[in-house]
Every structure is written in structure tokens, then in C-alpha cells.
């Protein structure tokens, strides 16, 4: 995700990265892929997937950013003005991606007051994670979104053998870790030095353009 996020960054915002920047994004990807990568199998379908699922949600993080920059859209007014194009597209495609996956029909599922709270409960944690992750990307980017985001599969990991036993903690689950937060600190403060990210596009701004409009308007008329 990382770098497909970096190269987007590039080709269309011509972001630059410094040299310190490039290298904490490389520790973190080291140290993630130490302590989650144990037993690697590719095959054509598997493969398929994985790349689709990586470019388009480094597309869909990227034109958040895209979007809030060049119409100064806070994270509650795009959030609400996306939310009902995603659950609409969601209520046409899911059912018929649901029958393709598990071979039954969604309108055939036995609903249970259990199963209603813990889809009413998804849908709470949904919103939470969406509203999270558009103020982050507005805030910052979603570079940084990204590697922020590896600090949760530190602390799923870190809970899990916590509180499900520590089988398969091992020294270099442990290492892996250490070495993804002391990537994830080093990004922080290389990319906030100057020069550490430096944006070399200029978006025309919705509301500075409509303000520049009526203000030779104003000056027309007198």
C-alpha cells in the first residue's frame, strides 16, 4: 500500500521526498513484513486480487486527499457527500457478490436479534473507522494515513498475544515490531523537517476562485 500511496503522490501531486523520509518508509516496511510475513504462496487468482485491492484503495485514499485540497472540503462534508454513493453502489453490487462468494441469496439469511446487534455494531465501528481515516488523510496524507495504519497491526498483534496466548511470538515477531514503531517515529519527525515532504502541485482552490470572481465583479460594477 505504502508505495503504491508514494508513487500516486509523485506522478500527480509531484511530491518529493527527502532521503530521511524514504529510508523511515523502508524501515517500517521491513519491520512490518518481519513480523507478519511468515509463509509466502502465490497463485494467478491470489495475485489478481492483491493488486486490485492495493491500487484501488491507494486510488480511493489518494482522491480524499485530492478532493478536501482542491474544494476545502472539511472530513464531515466529503465523508457525507460520499457515504450515500458508497452504500448505494454497495446495496447493488453486495448481494450479487455475496451469492458469487458463499452461493446463497442475501433475502434466504435467518435474521436473529444477535445477528442485528452485531451488524448494527459494524456499522457503528464503520463509521468510526471512515470518519477516522478522512480527517487523517485531510490532516496529512495518505502516506502518512498508511503508516500510521501499521501502528494498528503492531497492537493487533501485541493484544493477541496478549490475550489469546503467546503462541507464535517469537524473536523475530518481536523485532519486527520494534523495528515497524522505530520506522513510524524516525517517519514523523523526517517528515516534518523542512524539505522532509515537499507538495509541488498547485490545485485551484473552489472557494478562492469564487471569491476572486466576485470580487472582480465588485470592482466591474463600480
Not at 512490518?32 to 511468515?38: F, I, K, Q, S
Not at 480524499?64 to 446495496?91: I, M
Not at 446487534?117 to 459494524?122: D, G, I, T, Y
Not at 468510526?128 to 498508511?146: D, H, K, T
Request: aromatic residues 10%; glycine residues 8%.
Amino acid at each position: 500500500m505504502i508505495p503504491a500511496s508514494c508513487l500516486l503522490e509523485v506522478v500527480f501531486d509531484h511530491v518529493h521526498y527527502s532521503r530521511d523520509t524514504k529510508l523511515s518508509i523502508m524501515v517500517v516496511l521491513i519491520g512490518v513484513a518481519v513480523c507478519t510475513v511468515t509463509d509466502v504462496s502465490v497463485n494467478a487468482r491470489g495475485l489478481i486480487a492483491a493488486v486490485i485491492a492495493v491500487w484501488s484503495t491507494a486510488l480511493q485514499q489518494y482522491y480524499v486527499h485530492f478532493l478536501q485540497r482542491k474544494y476545502s472540503l472539511n472530513s464531515f462534508n466529503l465523508l457525507g457527500h460520499t457515504a450515500p454513493a458508497q452504500a448505494g453502489s454497495l446495496l447493488l453490487v453486495g448481494p450479487f457478490a455475496d451469492y458469487l462468494l458463499t452461493g446463497k441469496r442475501v433475502d434466504q439469511f435467518s435474521l436473529s436479534s444477535l445477528a442485528l446487534f452485531f451488524l448494527a455494531l459494524s456499522c457503528f465501528i464503520a463509521i468510526g473507522v471512515n470518519l477516522s481515516q478522512f480527517i487523517c488523510i485531510g490532516r496529512f496524507s495518505a502516506v502518512s494515513f498508511q503508516v500510521l495504519g501499521h501502528m494498528k497491526t503492531v497492537l493487533v498483534l501485541s493484544l493477541g498475544f496478549l490475550f489469546f496466548g503467546k503462541e507464535g511470538l517469537n524473536l523475530q515477531v518481536v523485532l519486527g515490531m520494534v523495528l515497524a514503531v522505530l520506522g513510524m517515529i524516525w517517519y514523523g519527525n523526517a517528515s516534518a523537517k523542512p524539505g522532509g515532504k515537499e507538495r509541488r502541485s498547485i490545485l485551484p482552490v473552489r472557494s478562492a476562485s469564487l471569491k476572486g470572481s466576485s470580487e472582480e465583479k465588485a470592482g466591474a460594477e463600480k
